[in-house]
């Protein structure tokens, strides 16, 4: 058995891959190898509604005024959320949230709407268990307040589905996502736009265990629909051409893919503009087809623009930063390049450490993906304490039959059976 490589993207979990917060989102399939996921327009922390309160909360400008802070805490978060700093991010919705407990009680919308964003956070970080922890809690206030079915119950449901999806639990995922799905269709029509996210979702998911006709009559009936109640041209449309574009290349299908993946490019282009981070995914993706079919040199050349763009898009130090060096290291590996692989493998490695935290099962992608290119050199007794290490953490964070875990785990067996 060869050695694994792992797509970083996957297992960071990162906005470029689906957010599913209040606002929703369409779901966004990682590709294979590194390629960096289909990217939705970037999903912000929901943000609280107006509601109604009593007439003293109304005529107090004291807890007026606490609301207020927390409104701005929580778009200090949101800022901080959108570069990637998600460690930064968390104590800011933990104390808005402590506020409008405080003021709102501990039961209500707002306060449901806080604990998904901090549960967002959390998954983001790895802390799966308390992420679930929060998703529930949210889900169940929800259900209180607005009735057992209610769309922003559906989103929770779906909140709770994309964590198990995290973390590999696909048959309690695959329940909730259906669960969703059937009550979109039943409270907003089989045609919605909500009905395609849910769809593309369950997709996902298919795709994700191999499943992959499932996937694709999926993908196909969310495009149509998508089509039908958006304009042709429209940056969900792209989405699902790249979806759908994902799966192809999975089944090697590339001329196919590659069709879908220019489509999906210029659109966004035309749509979003030349710089824009949505393209930056477009290009990463097109560059990973061409990656499995050996074309490097044009695999290098995208790669780079999109590595380009992305850092003067969302700075230098960002979890799509880090990606997008594993991307072109993995090229650069193929090629033979390996020192320039391995100084980007590091700049990877370290950046995901500062950025999600030592412990997070980004850092175990990165370790493994790094002792891969020690493996393809022979240079094994630094691979072993790699893997020993990513095992660990993945063991930790995510349970032993996670899918990253198993792989990991099959990677070191097959090292040690070498020595």
Not at 80 to 97: C, D, F, N, S, T
Not at 153 to 175: D, F, I, K, M, P
């Amino acid at each position: 058995m060869g050695f694994i490589l792992l797509n970083l993207r996957k297992y960071m979990n990162f906005y470029m891959k689906t957010l599913l917060v209040l606002l929703g989102g369409a779901y966004a399939l990682t590709a294979v190898g590194w390629s960096v996921a289909v990217n939705s327009q970037q999903p912000k922390l929901t943000q609280q509604q107006h509601r109604p309160r009593t007439q003293q909360k109304q005529n107090s400008l004291s807890q007026e005024s606490k609301l207020a802070q927390a409104s701005e805490l929580h778009e200090q978060a949101q800022e901080l959320y959108e570069q990637g700093k998600y460690l930064q991010a968390i104590p800011l919705v933990e104390r808005a949230l402590t506020i409008q407990q405080q003021v709102l009680g501990t039961e209500h919308p707002d306060v449901a709407t806080s604990l998904n964003n901090l549960a967002q956070l959390y998954k983001l970080q790895g802390r799966y268990q308390k992420a679930e922890e929060l998703y529930i809690q949210a889900l169940e206030m929800n259900k209180k307040w607005l009735g057992t079915e209610h769309p922003d119950v559906a989103t929770s449901l779906n909140n709770l589905a994309e964590l198990y999806y995290s973390q590999g639990r696909y048959e309690q995922a695959e329940a909730l996502y259906i669960q969703a799905l059937e009550m979109r269709k039943k409270l907003l029509g089989s045609e919605h736009p909500s009905v395609t996210r849910s769809l593309n979702n369950l997709a996902g998911l298919y795709y994700s265990q191999g499943r992959y006709e499932q996937a694709e009559a999926l993908y196909i009936q969310a495009l149509e629909m998508k089509k039908k109640l958006l304009p042709r041209e429209h940056p969900s449309v792209a989405i699902s051409l790249n979806n759908l574009a994902v799966l192809y290349k999975s089944q090697g299908r590339y001329s196919q893919a590659e069709s879908l993946y220019i489509q999906a490019l210029e659109m966004t282009k035309k749509l979003l503009g030349q710089q824009h981070p949505d393209v930056a995914t477009s290009l990463n993706n097109l560059a990973g087809l061409y990656f499995s079919q050996g074309k490097y040199e044009q695999a290098e050349s995208l790669y780079i623009q999109a590595l380009d763009m992305i850092k003067k898009l969302l700075g230098a130090e960002h979890p799509s930063v880090a990606t997008s060096l594993n991307n072109l290291a993995q090229v650069y590996n193929s090629q033979g390049r390996y020192s320039e692989a391995e100084a980007l493998l590091i700049q990877a490695l370290e950046m995901i450490k500062k950025l999600l935290g030592a412990e997070h099962p980004s850092v175990a992608t990165s370790l493994n993906n790094l002792a891969g290119l020690y493996f393809s050199q022979g240079r094994y007794n630094q691979a072993e304490p790699l893997l020993e290490k990513a095992l660990k953490i993945a063991t930790e964070e995510l349970g032993e039959e996670h899918p990253l875990t198993r792989t990991i785990s099959d990677n070191l067996e097959a090292l040690l059976n070498l020595r």
